[in-house]
T-cell receptor
């Protein structure tokens, strides 16, 4: 596709339920990132993928959060037993890749986000 | 520890005037800096970037200045237009590791017609 897409665009769930958020990166982008933005706050890094591997999961807020990526394409962020504090906009971004040269490799392009509301 | 700081949560500027958005960072390993613009209900959009080997990068009405000694960068928008009204995020990444990008908390710019 032309850009990063995310689904659903909005999700309302009850506390304690599990949710799955999907991200389709730009075709050919090997790097994929997940961020969270709570109301009135900045972007909080959650996890990134290099290919299908996630070298650093330290940004995930708790063990209720997990993510996977398959085929160096689609990624899913799963939140188990959702809590009200999980309410936020979840943003996905992708970039061409990594490298010490070619800084444009690191420029991230964002999807529109998934607005999650936990009641 | 907030490694990228945008100390002004909001800024109002008259149409046609210059908008200056500021950003400070603490990590001396950062070598690539970016500005993103975000409209409500949309994801951030890449605007302009600068490498640490430069002190200025210009793209149309947008210019980013980098002062490495002060660990400070700024985004200048000249002339400002009402369509520029958005939240602007400063971001930085370093050469090491996986080039994780650290974002500031954003500055909401309002351009008054």
């Amino acid at each position: 596709g032309a850009g990063v897409s995310q689904s659903p665009s909005n999700k309302v769930t009850e506390k304690g339920k599990d949710v799955e958020l999907r991200c389709d990166p730009i075709s050919g982008h090997t790097a994929l990132y997940w961020y969270r933005q709570r109301l009135g706050q900045g972007l909080e890094f959650l996890i990134y993928f290099q290919g299908n591997s996630a070298p650093d999961k330290s940004g995930l807020p708790s063990d209720r959060f997990s993510a996977e990526r398959t085929g160096e394409s689609v990624s899913t962020l799963t939140i188990q037993r959702t809590q009200q504090e999980d309410s936020a906009v979840y943003l996905c971004a992708s970039s061409l890749g990594f490298g010490t040269s070619g800084l444009l490799l690191r420029t991230q392009y964002f999807g529109p986000g998934t607005r999650l509301l936990v009641l | 520890d907030q490694q990228v700081k945008q100390n002004s949560p909001s800024l109002s500027v008259q149409e046609g005037r210059i908008s200056i958005l500021n950003c400070d960072y603490t990590n001396s390993m950062f070598d690539y800096f970016l500005w993103y613009k975000k409209y409500p209900a949309e994801g951030p959009t890449f605007l302009i970037s600068i490498s640490s080997i430069k002190d200025k990068n210009e793209d149309g009405r947008f210019t980013v200045f980098l002062n490495k000694s002060a660990k400070h960068l700024s985004l200048h928008i000249v002339p400002s237009q009402p369509g520029d009204s958005a939240v602007y995020f400063c971001a930085a990444s370093d050469l090491g590791g996986y080039q994780k990008v650290t974002f500031g908390t954003g500055t909401k710019l309002q351009v008054i017609p």
